[in-house]
C-alpha cells in the first residue's frame, strides 16, 4: 500500500527536550515538506526537501532542523530553541511538479 | 513573497446552496493551483488541481474551480452543497517548481 507515513500520531513533551517526528514515504517521490498547521493560521511550511541530501528553509523553521539522508525518510527534530511547539504538523511528499500527497499528522502538545 | 490569500475563514451554508471561496495569489508567473480539503478527523486530500490549459478545472465530489490569471484568482465552487461537505479547505499555490504554499484555510459548515 502506498503512501506516507507519519508517526507517532500523538506526542508528548516536556518542556526543553527535543523530539523528532518521524515520515516516511513509498511512494518514490522527490520532493518532502513538513508544515505546522494552527487554528486560524493554515498550513506553514517549516522545511521541504527537493531531493536527497539537500533541504531549504521555509518561513517558520526557527526551533526546527531536519535531514534527508534517504529518499523515502524526512524526519522533522522539534528543538528546545521552539518557543510553541504544541501543534499539529503534516508531512508531505511530491513527485516533482506533481500535487503532494500528506501524511495523516503529529499532534504535539508540550507539557 | 509569495503569498496567498482566502478570504473567508469561516463559511455557514444551507444544504443545497450555492458555494464560492474566494483564494487569490502574489505571483505574477507561471503557477500550479490547487485545492484541498480537511474533512474532521481525515488528512488533507486533493480536490483539484490547475497546471496548464482549460481555466476551468472540474474535481471530486462536484466541485470546480476557475483560474482567472488576470485576477491572479483560483476561486473554488459547487453549485449544491451537501452536509458532507463539511471541512476545512485550502487554496496552494506552486510558483514554477519551488515550494508549495498555502492559504490560512476556509472553514465550511453545512446545516442540514
Known amino acids: 500500500d502506498g503512501g506516507i507515513t507519519q508517526s507517532p500520531k500523538y506526542l508528548f513533551r516536556k518542556e526543553g527536550q527535543n523530539v523528532t517526528l518521524s515520515c516516511e514515504q513509498n511512494l518514490n517521490h522527490d520532493a518532502m515538506y513538513w508544515y505546522r498547521q494552527d487554528p486560524g493560521q493554515g498550513l506553514r511550511l517549516i522545511y521541504y526537501?527537493?531531493?536527497?541530501?539537500?533541504?531549504q528553509k521555509g518561513d517558520i523553521a526557527e526551533g526546527y532542523s531536519v535531514s534527508r539522508e534517504k529518499k523515502e525518510s524526512f524526519p522533522l527534530t522539534v528543538t528546545s530553541a521552539q518557543k510553541n511547539p504544541t501543534a499539529f504538523y503534516l508531512c508531505a511528499s511530491e513527485d516533482r511538479g506533481n500535487e503532494a500527497f500528506f501524511g495523516q499528522g503529529t499532534r504535539l502538545t508540550v507539557v | 513573497a509569495q503569498s496567498v490569500s482566502q478570504h473567508n475563514h469561516h463559511v455557514i451554508l444551507s444544504e443545497a446552496a450555492s458555494l464560492e471561496l474566494g483564494c487569490n495569489y502574489s505571483?505574477?508567473?507561471?503557477?500550479?493551483l490547487f485545492w484541498y480539503v480537511q474533512y474532521p478527523g481525515q488528512h488533507l486530500q486533493l480536490l483539484l488541481k490547475?497546471?496548464?490549459?482549460?481555466?476551468l478545472v472540474k474535481g471530486i465530489k462536484g466541485f470546480e474551480a476557475e483560474f482567472i490569471k488576470s485576477k491572479f484568482s483560483f476561486n473554488l465552487r459547487k453549485p449544491s452543497v451537501q452536509w458532507s461537505d463539511t471541512a476545512e479547505y485550502f487554496c496552494a499555490v506552486r510558483v514554477r517548481d519551488d515550494k508549495i504554499i498555502f492559504g490560512k484555510g476556509t472553514r465550511l459548515h453545512i446545516l442540514p
Open positions: 505571483y505574477g508567473g507561471t503557477v500550479n
Open positions: 490547475y497546471f496548464s490549459g482549460d481555466p
Open positions: 526537501s527537493q531531493i536527497v541530501n539537500d533541504f
